[in-house]
């Protein structure tokens, strides 16, 4: 049985471009359709089929760990930009009843 994983990886492109646009809830979307087109295409007897669908699903796993990484990543500096704002806004409070 052949897959298709031209169609995976245009979906999790579609993942990724949703991310890199800031549009985190289009993402989240996205990556439900992707995990669900990913679970029903790739079955345990597939990998064992043949080792280039290894190589692809390989190849679509390392993609998916550095946009994991890349998320990680900006969820860490929103919260810290969040965290700043916040202090900010107290400090400004504080100033203004003083």
């Keep these: ?18 991310c890199q646009a800031g549009e985190l809830e289009e993402a ?7 995990d669900e ?3 029903s295409t790739l079955t345990s007897d597939m990998l064992a089929e043949s080792e280039t ?7 679509l796993f390392n993609h998916i760990q550095t946009l ?9 500096t929103v919260a810290k930009e969040l965290s ?3 202090g900010n ?3 400004i409070k504080a100033y203004k009843s003083t």
């Excluded at 669908?53 to 190849?59: P, V």
């Design 1 to 18: 049985m052949s897959v298709n994983f031209a169609d995976i990886e245009a979906s999790l492109e579609a993942v990724d471009a949703a």
């Design 28 to 34: 989240q979307r996205l990556f439900k359709q992707f």
């Design 37 to 39: 087109q990913l679970r």
């Design 53 to 59: 669908i290894q190589q692809a699903a390989l190849t």
């Design 68 to 76: 994991t990484a890349t998320l990680q990543q900006n969820k860490t």
């Design 84 to 86: 700043q704002f916040v």
């Design 89 to 91: 806004q107290k400090k």
